[in-house]
């Protein structure tokens, strides 16, 4: 057991003295917010992103992943992800245990209960974007099994590795996920899209999005919700919490407004799918720094992730035979892998180094940023932190290519990873037996038209009848 379990505490001792109740409500109301970014965030996003005939299956995988990984996170994930065991992995052990989760989180003024509940929120919105990458062909039944595979064996190796007690634990600057949650959603979806193989070829040439509105809507939940995701890492309602939320708007909002001016600079219309694209990106970019980077580098980092993501997506993305060979639905590598590693690249240059001791200590071993390192004269230990960003970059991607890799092969041994043909062609109806909206269209099974059969001797009874009237 961890040394929490030694920390006695009575039982009628409901607010013990560590416990601050200001950053309790807060983080409670922080992973609420990040729980909504997925449910209903993400569902609403996918469902109204994709064609009418996938509405219901792609917003089913997300509201099926919220819910399987938060009971795989507290049976035995969560520990993996914050125990110790190996520099990769924590002991799988249960989190259910009402003495552990009442226990002071360590270095925390909140209940262990807050840490749980926050960190299943981060896991279960990694998963769920990842399956942004699958959306339109994957067989249902092979993502129930990829899921809890997926999240047992490589989502906690990254958390553990860097959040954790992990080997790269005390050298990698990740505020709130731009490696653990980005970079592994990226590039474990990019990954698994490669095994799962393409949509339908006439869904990859035509796949416009079934209501921008809901679409939209889904999105500003995203936008929204990321107020905790970046407020709540500090785990206290302090000057970090308040200065990563204000950095992470800003971000976005440059980022969003840089992506629209690139989309109609050169295709000479603003896209409104391009505008969430750059939300996106943004809100990524800023998250591994948003609580270390002081606001000018916001907006640098939001310039940059209005860019560089377009560039590879709209881009590159076009004219490269690797990224074509892949059917990345959501382009999931772009918005989150690209913009995550961006994100960290500018945390290592741009971390200020009285931000990195107002977050993790006076004894902090992370940083400073290259930038400020120049200044202090410390520019070894800038360019070390370059180098560890870097390191974080190669690691989290090798483990997660490899390990997608693994579990795909695994799992196409008992399902097939994709949808027959012919389900393809039809959509939600042949997945679910059901269907987003009653209306015909796309993909539904259309009934053989009514047609009215009349007898042939119905005439000449009718004749009949009328002349045996007349003569009455």
């Known amino acids: 057991m961890d040394s929490y379990l030694s920390r006695a505490l009575s039982p009628d001792e409901a607010s013990p003295y560590w416990h601050n109740k200001g950053d309790s409500a807060w983080q409670l109301t922080a992973t609420t917010l990040v729980c909504l970014q997925s449910v209903p965030g993400l569902v609403i996003l996918y469902g109204s992103m994709v ?40 002991k799988p052990d249960v989190s259910l245990n009402q003495k552990y989760l009442l226990l002071q989180s360590d270095h925390k003024w909140v209940p262990i209960a807050d840490f749980v509940f926050y960190q299943f929120a981060f896991a ?162 800023i998250t591994p720094g948003a609580g270390i980077v002081q606001t000018w580098a916001a907006l640098v980092m939001g310039v940059t992730a209005g860019s560089v993501p377009w560039y590879t997506m709209m881009v590159l993305h076009k004219r490269s035979a690797f990224f074509q060979s892949v059917d990345d ?37 992370f940083g400073p940023g290259l930038l400020y390192s120049f200044k202090d004269g410390k520019f070894h230990d800038g360019f070390k932190q370059i180098g560890y960003q870097l390191l974080g970059t190669v690691f989290i991607s090798a483990w997660n290519a490899a390990i997608t890799s693994l579990i795909c092969i695994f799992i196409s041994r008992m399902v097939n990873l994709r949808m027959d043909e012919e389900d393809l062609e039809i959509g939600d109806d042949a997945a679910h037996g059901e269907e987003a909206y009653a209306l015909w269209g796309d993909g539904e099974r259309t009934p053989k038209p009514f047609r009215l059969r009349i007898p042939p001797n119905i005439p000449s009874i009718c004749r009949h009848l009328l002349n045996s009237s007349r003569n009455l």
């Open 51 to 90: 064609k009418k005939k996938w509405a219901v299956n792609s917003a089913f995988m997300a509201f099926y992943s919220f819910a399987m990984t938060l009971l795989c996170w507290v049976l035995w994930a969560h520990r993996m992800s914050f125990g110790s065991l190996t520099p990769l992995i924590g």
């Open 124 to 285: 279960a919105i990694t998963v769920i974007l990842l399956a942004g990458s699958l959306l339109g062909r994957m067989n249902f039944y092979a993502w129930m099994l990829f899921v809890p595979f997926w999240l047992t064996f490589s989502y906690t190796v990254g958390a553990c590795t860097i959040w954790g007690n992990g080997f790269l634990s005390k050298h990698i600057i990740d505020y709130a996920g731009g490696f653990v949650i980005h970079l592994s959603s990226g590039v474990a979806g990019f990954t698994a899209a490669y095994w799962v193989g393409p949509r339908h070829s006439h869904d990859r040439q035509n796949f416009p999005p079934n209501n921008i509105i809901h679409m939209l809507g889904g999105a500003g939940f995203l936008w929204m919700g990321w107020t905790g995701f970046n407020g709540g890492a500090p785990f206290a309602v302090g000057r970090i919490a308040s200065l990563a939320i204000v950095n992470t708007h800003v971000c976005t909002a440059t980022s969003l407004l840089v992506w629209v001016c690139l989309d109609m600079s050169v295709y000479k219309k603003s896209s409104v799918i391009g505008a969430v694209q750059g939300m996106i990106t943004g809100l990524v970019c």
């Open 329 to 365: 639905t959501l382009g999931v590598f772009h918005t989150h892998a690209v913009a995550g590693v961006l994100g960290g690249f500018f945390s290592g240059l741009l971390a200020e180094p009285k931000l990195l001791r107002m977050m993790y200590g006076a004894d902090t071993s």
